[in-house]
């Protein structure tokens, strides 16, 4: 208990010797994170959007930075699901039982970069180990000129929105009214 009292009067002691209050702090807190999100604003103009069309069989997002990071720093990547019933065909013919993807796309810190990246990539072989398998497949790759990375999360929440938005609230009947028996 004694404890408690004298800490909370050495931060009292702290609060006076201090000039500054705790709103004065919170006010440059805010600042700086201002500051600091105006920056990352700018910086994210200056990024660029690849679209890779097709991903290769047994092709994860650690193996593609894996890949595709020695070329340049790469932000962020987003692969699409296959589709459900594909998915469900494929393993019950005995393909391969993991997830697989249909496209991507690869946000690079530099639009420069990007542009690199998909021209000299389109059309090359994969590469690697002869043994790996996607050796044989092939880049599709394409800069995406004026695309932004919130362009495609805005895509995807509106298809995620239409998906699970009920279908039948519109073709609902007028409610019944009521009748007692009694009458």
Aim: hydrophobic content about 35%; proline content about 5%.
């Amino acid at each position: 208990m004694v404890e408690v009292e004298q800490e909370a009067n050495k931060t009292t002691l702290l609060e006076e010797a201090n000039p500054k209050s705790s709103d004065e702090r919170t006010e440059n807190r805010k600042k700086k994170r201002k500051r600091q999100l105006l920056k990352e604003a700018a910086m994210a103009d200056k990024r660029g959007v690849c679209y890779l069309s097709r991903i290769p069989p047994h092709m994860d997002p650690l193996k593609l930075r894996q890949i595709l990071s020695q070329y340049g720093e790469i932000q962020r990547i987003y692969l699409t699901p296959e589709d459900p019933v594909a998915q469900v065909h494929r393993k019950r013919a005995g393909g391969f039982r993991g997830v697989e993807f249909s496209e991507g796309w690869v946000e690079f810190s530099k639009r420069s970069i990007s542009k690199r990246v998909a021209k000299m990539l389109n059309g090359e072989q994969i590469g690697g180990r002869k043994r790996s398998a996607f050796f044989y497949d092939l880049w599709n790759i394409k800069y995406l000129s004026k695309f932004k990375w919130d362009d495609l999360t805005e895509e995807i929440g509106m298809d995620v929105f239409n998906h699970l938005r009920p279908v039948g609230i519109w073709l609902t009947p007028e409610p019944i009214p009521y009748v007692s028996a009694r009458s």
